[in-house]
């Protein structure tokens, strides 16, 4: 049971943030690019100071800067949607 909460559990947390942004994407909604945000931050915390692994951390650096760009992205096209629709 201890290897499984060996990181108190957020390494759970940002795995199920993972896969709730993959269907909230997947759907369509924009809130899952915020899921992923969570994840990617969990993640880097969890790299650099539990595990180590700064392999996980920089990946993690880049995979947020493309949510936030995905986020940004995603208000520009609907805003541009909106516009056209006039």
């Known amino acids: 049971m201890d290897i499984l909460l060996k990181y108190y559990g957020l390494d759970w947390l ?3 943030s993972s896969l ?6 997947g759907n369509k909604n924009r809130i899952g690019f915020i899921s992923y ?4 931050v969990l993640w880097m915390y969890l790299g650099i100071f539990r ?4 392999g996980i951390s920089i990946g993690n650096v880049f995979f947020l800067i493309m949510n936030v760009r995905g986020y940004l992205k995603w208000k520009e096209t609907k805003i541009k949607t909106i516009e056209l629709k006039r």
């Open 37 to 40: 945000i969570l994840a990617n």
């Open 51 to 54: 595990m180590q692994s700064f």
């Open 14 to 16: 940002a795995m199920a």
């Open 20 to 25: 709730l942004a993959v269907y909230l994407i």
